[in-house]
Structure formats: C-alpha cells, structure tokens
C-alpha cells in the first residue's frame, strides 16, 4: 500500500469540544483518503461523544496498542487516558486536565520514536493544566521544549493569511521589556525559512507590524519602532530577507493590506489573533513554526458554552489535519529539492521503516 500521511491526534480536554470536532472532521471518508489518523485519548469517551452526534455513527473506529498497528480507511484509537477520569462535558475540571496532558504525553512520545508523521492537537485548558504542574502556557511552548529547538513560533494560518507572533502566551505589561531587536532578527529569520520550507513561498514577503499607536508616530507614542522593530528590519533585509514596515495594525487591517504579504509578523498575542479569528475563525489553524515536527491545532479553545452539544463546527479541526499533511508533503519536497551533502540537512524526527496494515 502506498504510504498515506501518518496524522496522531491529542484528544484535548475531554471536557470541551475537541471529541466533537475530531469526529466531525474524520467523519467525511475524504478525509480518509488523504491521511492514516491516530486518536490518542479514550474509546469510551469516543463513543460518549458519538451518540450526541447521530449523523457519524457509522464512521470506522479501530483499537489500537501501537501506533504501529494502525489501519488505513478508519479512526484508530491509542487507549492512553485512564478509564477512571470522570467526564462531564462544559466543565473545566481537573480530571478534564489530567486527560489532555496523557494524550498530549502519549502523542509526543511516539512522534519521538517516528511512529507518526505529524502532530494535531485538540485544545486544553491552559489554567486546570497549569494547576496540575503543567509547567507551560500553552502547546507552542511545551512541544519547543520537548524538541529541542531553539526557538518556536505560534503561526496563525490560511490558505491565504499567515499571522505569527513575536511573543505568545505572555501578559501585555511584558510586552514591550520582552520585545527587542535580537528577538525580533530570530523571529523573522524564524518565519522566513518556514514560508519557505513549510508553505512553498520561494521569496516570501513579510510584513511587520508596529508595537505602539500608529508605530510610535516617530517616536512621540512610544520609541520601541525606531530603537527596535525598525533596525531588526533593516538587519533581515541585508540577508535578503524581504521584510517591510512597520505598519500600524489598525490601519493594515482595515485596508486589506495583509493579503499583499506572505506572512505578517505581530508583536503580540491579540494583536495577530483578534483580526486573524474575525477573518478566519471558522477555518484558522494555529502551526508552531520553529519545530523539527510538523504541529497544528485548531485555532479555537475548549468551548465549555457548547460542549456535548453537538454545536461545535468542526471547519478548523478540519483545516488543521489538511494543513499538517501538507505541510509534511512540502517539507519531503523542500528537503529533496534543497539536499546538498556538504550542508548539515534539517533534523527529522526519526521515522521507522512502517507498513499500514491492510483496510
């Protein structure tokens, strides 16, 4: 059988919607056709959530021990969260927590064997994980750790609009200390490699933002634009990076000016998700840039307010797997295409010899 993308799936908090748009999204045989999906989580808890939807009862289900044992055609299930944690969709509790860091834990580890090819993750709750010791804001965080590398970006993504961030899960009274030129060189040299290497732009074009009100208005809001973000620019561009700005936010927005670039580079958290989730929510993903794995996610949270409702769109979920088996295939490309045996070659998790068992 001809390899098919091997996509692991963190169940996220049992508690909020990612069984809801997990089932959604692989319900359509389509999406079958493209990928082998794992679901790191509980087949208990699979089922639950099947009997609130009605319309994906039929979908192919297959209990797995290893990743190894996988089947194409149908939704294979690692049984990695315990039994004994209580499920009670809306709520934010602390056995809902427990759950996503076991499937997240399980996920990691067999994408470190090579067992997977890809990573997409339902969303946690960043404040009953952080109680349990999680030790990190986020996702984007944890998996930079947990990699080695050296650093990470959370990138906001569509087909056409790419947002990422300078900071990530940080309060806004950091900001401004935390921002300054050697961060801002990193993270565009960061963004530039990925557009290439991760989304296939040969010469991409960024546009960066500005830190203060009208980028500082020369300096009399604030001078973080001409001291830092300005500078940083003119240091990517002598390595024929093509970066341009900064831009006001308000007003790049509101022009449209985002689509005449390949990636946008915000300073902050809200200031690259506000307008991206307004024009993208129902079909954003969130990609963590950075990583020698391929990580995407949907770009919504837990959604307690509509949990076991069956009222979840699925769209971004949906987006998310599509945007990690591409961005595996662009990687196998951009690697072929770029290999020199004289240049040290990007690091890959390793990927052990594999067969997909027959459908």
Do not use: W
Not at 16 to 34: F, H, N, P, Q, T
Not at 158 to 173: I, Q, R
């Amino acid at each position: 059988m001809a390899h098919r993308i091997v996509v692991g799936i963190t169940q996220g908090d049992s508690n909020g919607v990612g069984y809801e748009v997990i089932i959604k999204a692989l319900s359509d045989s389509r999406m079958l056709d493209m990928c082998v999906p794992i679901l790191y989580g509980n087949s208990r808890t699979l089922g639950m959530y099947r009997k609130m939807i009605p319309e994906t009862e039929q979908i192919s289900t297959n209990v797995i021990n290893s990743a190894a044992d996988a089947r194409g055609k149908r939704l294979n299930i690692i049984n990695c969260v315990s039994d004994q944690l209580p499920v009670e969709p809306g709520q934010p509790t602390e056995a809902g927590a427990k759950a996503a860091v076991q499937s997240l834990e399980a996920a990691v580890k067999d994408m470190k064997e090579g067992l997977i090819d890809a990573l997409v993750t339902a969303p946690i709750n960043k404040h009953t994980v952080a109680a349990l010791g999680f030790g990190f804001p986020g996702h984007t965080e944890f998996l930079v750790n947990q990699f080695g590398a050296k650093e990470g970006m959370m990138f906001l993504c569509t087909e056409s609009l790419k947002v990422g961030l300078v900071t990530n899960h940080e309060p806004l009274s950091k900001v401004a200390r935390l921002i300054d030129k050697d961060l801002l060189v990193r993270k565009l040299r960061l963004m530039n490699d990925s557009l290439k290497r991760d989304f296939a732009k040969d010469r991409p074009k960024i546009a960066v933002l500005g830190l203060n009100p009208h980028s500082g208005d020369g300096g009399s809001l604030g001078s973080d634009e001409i001291e830092k973000i300005i500078p940083a620019i003119e240091q990517v561009n002598s390595e024929n990076i093509l970066a341009f700005g900064p831009y006001s936010p308000d007003g790049f927005f509101a022009s449209n000016m985002q689509y005449n670039f390949d990636g946008v580079l915000a300073m902050y958290h809200d200031q690259g998700l506000i307008p991206f989730k307004v024009l993208a929510f129902d079909k954003g993903v969130n990609f963590t840039a950075g990583l020698p794995i391929v990580r995407t996610s949907p770009d919504h949270g837990t959604g307690y307010d509509i949990a076991g409702k069956n009222m979840a769109n699925p769209g971004s979920m949906i987006s998310a797997i599509y945007m990690a088996i591409d961005i595996c295939r662009n990687r196998m490309e951009y690697d072929e295409l770029s290999a020199n045996p004289l240049e040290i070659k990007h690091f890959e998790s390793p990927k052990k010899e594999r067969t997909i068992l027959p459908e």
